[in-house]
């Protein structure tokens, strides 16, 4: 059985569809798709062309290196059976995620998603005379609770899905608010708790959220990130009034 892969590739400014007939195989998935392409860069008409860029690391999607879209749903390429694929078509449609900036065909620059983790202090600090001691335990229901949210791996997908996260607007994005979530419940992360959250009452912070729960269909891990948004907004809330009554007191 034969597919088409039509890929949307090039650089800024300079974008163009090519397709590639491909041979199924059993139990392939879109990398390997992708790789089959690389071995033999030749389109559908019999043209000869450049290998695609795209990127991939892990490939059990933990890394999240793969993100695209695919057939316009943002998800990681890895997970994506071809045989799920082709039972709708037999033409699969591959793109690069829209909401980053594109470096080469399916390659995008995920750099913005680090720089707001680093710019919502998404880690832990630790007071360099506490380096050679054990850390606090934590109770088991908190350990597997933050366990569920520390499975985001920055993949973007959630980012691509949400029609606030733009390049008109200063929303953080879903998976922000959920990492302020995570390392706020953490007994060490909790110390900058308030800065955090004072942070989300910033513009583009929590109330920038339109509630169009796309974030959590898309999230490849299942994280909850609607409950995150509306938990760190109570808590932002919380902390607002706790900031006000605090100066008129002063």
Do not use: W
Request: hydrophobic letters at 35%.
């Amino acid at each position: 059985m034969k597919y088409t892969l039509k890929i949307y590739r090039g650089i800024k400014d300079k974008q163009y569809f090519e397709e590639f007939e491909l041979d199924y195989v059993e139990g392939s998935n879109v990398i390997s798709a992708l790789l089959q392409i690389q071995k033999n860069p030749i389109t559908k008409l019999g043209n000869k062309t450049t290998p695609v860029s795209f990127e991939m690391g892990c490939l059990e999607e933990v890394c999240g290196a793969c993100s695209m879209l695919i057939n316009s749903i943002p998800r990681q390429a890895c997970t994506a059976l071809i045989k799920d694929l082709l039972e709708k078509s037999d033409t699969i449609t591959l793109a690069p995620l829209s909401k980053f900036e594109l470096i080469k065909d399916l390659v995008v620059d995920r750099k913005n998603l680090f720089d707001l983790l680093k710019k919502a202090n998404a880690f832990v600090k630790i007071d360099p005379k506490e380096i050679n001691s054990f850390g606090p335990k934590i109770d088991h229901n908190l350990r597997d609770s933050l366990y569920v949210l520390s499975k985001c791996m920055s993949c973007g997908c959630c980012m691509e899905a949400c029609p606030q996260y733009n390049s008109h607007s200063k929303f953080v994005g879903p998976f922000v608010i959920s990492q302020v979530r995570l390392f706020n419940s953490h007994p060490l992360g909790k110390k900058q708790k308030a800065e955090r959250l004072n942070l989300m009452l910033e513009d583009g912070g929590i109330s920038d959220c339109g509630n169009a729960q796309n974030c959590k269909e898309v999230c490849p891990k299942e994280i909850p990130l609607t409950e995150s948004i509306a938990k760190i907004g109570r808590e932002a809330t919380i902390e607002s009034f706790k900031s006000v009554f605090s100066k008129k007191k002063s």
